[in-house]
């Protein structure tokens, strides 16, 4: 039976498993010969074997082996709190706790001694927010840039040249680590997101200083500032049920919960940043997975930006990528009534032009007709007021949904779901989003340049005042998972674009990092990636297809850090592209500070972040099938 007329048939479980990718878990139960099966795996069976038994190169979804490593907590938050909750809204109870318990990883009751015996001695645990912060969001300052000069990160070039672990902590019920960290002073604000708590550790050996449980989980980077006008400095956070949270920085205390979304189904998927008491929060969208549903009716949400009071998390302005859906008078062939425009998510971590009173914000594919202007776009906000100034149009008509093959109908050889029923009418189904944020660079005379990375392997610089196209650069012909994924960074002079590609054969291939000059447009350096399974890298699962480089890069001193797919840390000479060392993170055997198993795996999302003389790497991402793991690194010069 076909895909599409499996998910028709009964439930939405198919639909669910297929976004898998986004990061569920999996459990092989084993019964005796005359014991029936649970009602789960008849689901899986029936609804979800046809996409993860043996998924398409390239395909979002999780092999069955990527499957049987989540927890229980996790699957069922994402289905009724998460990305998946428009999915998860179809099933009734039995239906949920069948999924939920036939895919989750069996595990001891975790309690809190991970946190507890790891525990900073009593005269330890103080939180010293007098210091600069070394960084204050995912782009480290408002600009994106992902630069840290060799104050800010206590590190020069010489000491990235010579990184080793100084220690490990393993996270509960985790095989991906997704939100990077902010340090200040010599405590790093950490968010464990699988395992549901907001962490200050002390940089230096790992133990915590205080432990925040959070009602569900925080996928993404802190931000830290100072909470309204006269607060407290606090750090911010997205939960996977919409909810923003806010911390008192010095104690764990939590401030206000507040919802900042105009679509309550949309994900909080990029981080947020503070500025001037205010904080500035991308919303994403969650049609593009819901639509998989063939009795969805596709499609009705879209992306915006939103500005919320740091002192309580009202909501001040809101941005739109565009008007709200209206019925098209139309249905697709599961008899669902189609609904549009919708899509344009904003899923990257916005940037700030503080002098110039400018938000900067980056956009992905339309989810259903009629095609508008502002997806796949970088766009232009007054900062004041949330009114456009401008936006640039990377790529029309780039109308897509899971339900779609991506690219050429023909050529792609998937059947077309119900809710891809425009897919004759012009789409160039691509899905290529802007994943990364756009960065601001500042150029000489005030000339500044807006830089953005996207999953076509584009690279673009733009005026920063008009949105005109200065040059452009595309590195290889992208994927739906980048091209630039995650983020890209500039030293000051040149702009570094990581190119993931996972599963494009080698000789057209372009993963690795690729650096252009920001002011002529013309190409610095390159350097190629290369797959290594010898050795303990034979352990890595996916040593041999996804070794690119999707992961935001990040700038110290006059060194760039990139991490691979496969677990790498590779530290480059910033103006040369030379390899200074490498780390190789997921062959790695760990003794974590915390004494619960640890092993590491892909680097991805926020992977790299640094302070107080230490680089951290989130080592394990089992999202769109890569290598999971669960362990915090920290890495220090070699004494």
Same mark, same amino acid.
Request: aromatic share 6%; charged share 15%; net charge neutral.
């Given at each position: 039976?076909?895909?599409?007329?499996q998910?028709?048939g009964?439930?939405?479980a198919?639909a669910?498993?297929?976004?898998a990718?986004?990061?569920?878990?999996?459990?092989?139960?084993?019964?005796?010969?005359?014991?029936a099966?649970?009602?789960?795996?008849?689901v899986?069976?029936?609804?979800?074997?046809?996409?993860?038994?043996a998924?398409e190169?390239?395909s979002?979804?999780?092999?069955? @082996? =990527?499957?049987?490593?989540?927890s229980?907590?996790?699957?069922? !938050?994402?289905?009724?709190? +998460?990305?998946?909750? &428009?999915? %998860?809204?179809?099933?009734?109870?039995?239906?949920?706790?069948?999924?939920?318990?036939?895919?989750?990883?069996?595990?001891?009751?975790?309690?809190?001694?991970?946190i507890?015996?790891?525990?900073?001695a009593e005269?330890?645990?103080?939180?010293?927010l007098?210091?600069?912060?070394?960084?204050?969001?995912?782009?480290?300052?408002?600009?994106n840039?992902?630069r840290?000069?060799?104050a800010?990160?206590?590190?020069?070039?010489?000491?990235?040249?010579?990184l080793?672990?100084?220690?490990?902590?393993?996270m509960?019920?985790?095989?991906?680590?997704?939100?990077?960290g902010?340090?200040?002073g010599?405590?790093?604000?950490?968010?464990?997101?699988?395992?549901?708590?907001?962490?200050?550790?002390d940089?230096?050996?790992?133990?915590?200083?205080? @432990? =925040?449980?959070t009602?569900?989980?925080?996928?993404?980077?802190? !931000?830290?500032?100072?909470? +309204?006008?006269?607060? &407290?400095? %606090?750090?911010?956070?997205?939960?996977?049920?919409?909810?923003?949270?806010?911390?008192?920085?010095?104690t764990?205390?939590i401030l206000?919960?507040?919802?900042?979304r105009?679509?309550k189904?949309?994900p909080?998927?990029?981080?947020?940043?503070?500025?001037?008491?205010?904080?500035?929060?991308?919303?994403?969208?969650?049609?593009v997975?819901a639509?998989m549903?063939?009795?969805?009716?596709c499609?009705?949400?879209h992306?915006?930006?939103?500005a919320?009071?740091?002192?309580d998390?009202?909501?001040?302005?809101?941005?739109?990528?565009?008007e709200?859906?209206?019925?098209l008078?139309?249905?697709?062939?599961?008899?669902?009534?189609?609904?549009?425009p919708?899509?344009?998510?904003?899923w990257?971590?916005?940037?700030?032009?503080?002098?110039?009173?400018?938000?900067?914000?980056?956009?992905g594919?339309?989810?259903?007709?009629?095609a508008?202007?502002?997806s796949?776009?970088?766009?232009?906000?007054d900062?004041?007021?949330?009114?456009q100034?401008?936006v640039?149009?990377?790529?029309a008509?780039?109308?897509?949904?899971?339900s779609?093959?991506?690219?050429?109908?023909?050529?792609?050889?998937?059947?077309?779901?119900?809710?891809?029923?425009?897919?004759?009418?012009?789409?160039?189904?691509?899905?290529?989003?802007?994943?990364a944020?756009?960065?601001?660079?500042?150029?000489?005379?005030?000339?500044?340049?807006?830089?953005?990375?996207?999953k076509s392997?584009?690279?673009w610089g733009?005026?920063?005042?008009?949105?005109?196209?200065?040059?452009?650069?595309?590195?290889?012909?992208?994927?739906?998972?980048?091209?630039?994924?995650?983020g890209i960074?500039?030293?000051?002079?040149?702009?570094?674009?990581?190119?993931?590609?996972?599963?494009v054969p080698a000789?057209?291939?372009?993963a690795?990092?690729?650096?252009?000059?920001?002011v002529s447009?013309k190409?610095a350096?390159?350097?190629r990636?290369a797959?290594?399974?010898?050795?303990?890298?034979?352990?890595v699962?996916t040593?041999?297809?996804?070794?690119?480089?999707?992961?935001?890069?990040?700038?110290?001193?006059?060194?760039l850090?990139?991490?691979?797919l496969?677990?790498?840390?590779?530290?480059?000479?910033?103006?040369?592209?030379?390899?200074?060392?490498?780390?190789?993170t997921?062959?790695?055997?760990y003794?974590?500070?915390?004494?619960?198993?640890?092993?590491?795996?892909s680097?991805?999302?926020?992977?790299l972040f640094?302070g107080?003389?230490m680089?951290?790497?989130?080592?394990?991402y089992?999202?769109?099938?890569?290598?999971?793991?669960n362990?915090l690194?920290?890495?220090?010069?070699?004494?």
């Amino acid at each position: 039976m076909g895909l599409w007329k499996q998910v028709a048939g009964g439930g939405v479980a198919a639909a669910a498993m297929a976004l898998a990718g986004l990061g569920l878990g999996s459990l092989a139960q084993a019964q005796a010969p005359d014991e029936a099966p649970p009602p789960g795996k008849a689901v899986y069976d029936q609804f979800c074997a046809a996409c993860h038994d043996a998924p398409e190169a390239g395909s979002r979804a999780a092999p069955v @082996a =990527t499957l049987r490593t989540m927890s229980a907590q996790t699957i069922n !938050a994402a289905l009724t709190t +998460g990305v998946m909750k &428009p999915i %998860g809204d179809g099933l009734d109870r039995n239906q949920l706790r069948a999924v939920v318990a036939y895919l989750a990883k069996p595990e001891a009751p975790v309690g809190t001694a991970w946190i507890d015996d790891n525990r900073c001695a009593e005269g330890q645990r103080a939180v010293d927010l007098a210091p600069k912060p070394a960084q204050t969001s995912f782009g480290v300052d408002h600009d994106n840039s992902r630069r840290m000069s060799a104050a800010q990160a206590a590190l020069k070039t010489a000491d990235v040249a010579k990184l080793e672990v100084a220690w490990a902590l393993a996270m509960p019920r985790t095989s991906g680590l997704r939100g990077g960290g902010v340090v200040v002073g010599q405590t790093l604000f950490y968010p464990a997101g699988q395992a549901n708590h907001i962490l200050a550790l002390d940089t230096k050996t790992g133990c915590v200083k205080w @432990a =925040t449980p959070t009602p569900s989980q925080v996928r993404n980077t802190l !931000a830290y500032g100072r909470l +309204g006008k006269g607060g &407290p400095l %606090g750090l911010v956070g997205s939960e996977a049920s919409g909810n923003l949270i806010a911390l008192d920085a010095a104690t764990g205390k939590i401030l206000w919960r507040a919802d900042p979304r105009h679509d309550k189904t949309a994900p909080l998927s990029g981080s947020p940043l503070i500025h001037d008491g205010k904080i500035i929060v991308p919303i994403s969208g969650s049609d593009v997975g819901a639509a998989m549903r063939p009795v969805y009716e596709c499609c009705k949400g879209h992306g915006a930006v939103a500005a919320v009071d740091g002192k309580d998390g009202k909501v001040l302005w809101t941005w739109h990528t565009m008007e709200d859906a209206k019925p098209l008078g139309r249905t697709n062939s599961a008899g669902a009534a189609a609904f549009g425009p919708s899509g344009a998510p904003v899923w990257s971590s916005p940037s700030v032009d503080v002098e110039k009173g400018v938000v900067y914000a980056s956009t992905g594919e339309n989810t259903s007709p009629p095609a508008t202007k502002t997806s796949d776009a970088i766009a232009a906000i007054d900062l004041a007021t949330g009114k456009q100034r401008w936006v640039f149009q990377a790529l029309a008509n780039d109308v897509w949904n899971m339900s779609c093959p991506v690219g050429s109908v023909a050529a792609s050889g998937r059947p077309v779901g119900p809710n891809c029923y425009f897919a004759a009418e012009g789409s160039v189904l691509l899905d290529h989003d802007f994943g990364a944020g756009p960065v601001i660079f500042r150029g000489k005379g005030g000339r500044d340049i807006i830089l953005g990375g996207q999953k076509s392997g584009d690279v673009w610089g733009l005026d920063a005042a008009t949105g005109e196209v200065l040059w452009r650069h595309q590195f290889g012909k992208g994927t739906a998972l980048g091209g630039v994924h995650w983020g890209i960074a500039t030293d000051g002079v040149r702009v570094f674009a990581p190119i993931s590609d996972p599963n494009v054969p080698a000789d057209r291939s372009a993963a690795g990092m690729h650096a252009v000059d920001v002011v002529s447009g013309k190409v610095a350096w390159q350097w190629r990636a290369a797959p290594d399974c010898e050795g303990p890298r034979a352990k890595v699962s996916t040593c041999r297809t996804r070794y690119g480089l999707s992961a935001a890069p990040l700038v110290i001193d006059g060194a760039l850090l990139a991490g691979s797919l496969d677990g790498r840390l590779w530290v480059f000479d910033a103006a040369t592209g030379k390899v200074l060392h490498m780390v190789d993170t997921a062959a790695t055997a760990y003794q974590p500070v915390n004494k619960i198993p640890g092993n590491g795996g892909s680097i991805d999302a926020a992977g790299l972040f640094a302070g107080d003389g230490m680089v951290f790497v989130n080592s394990g991402y089992a999202s769109f099938g890569q290598a999971g793991g669960n362990v915090l690194v920290a890495l220090r010069p070699k004494r």
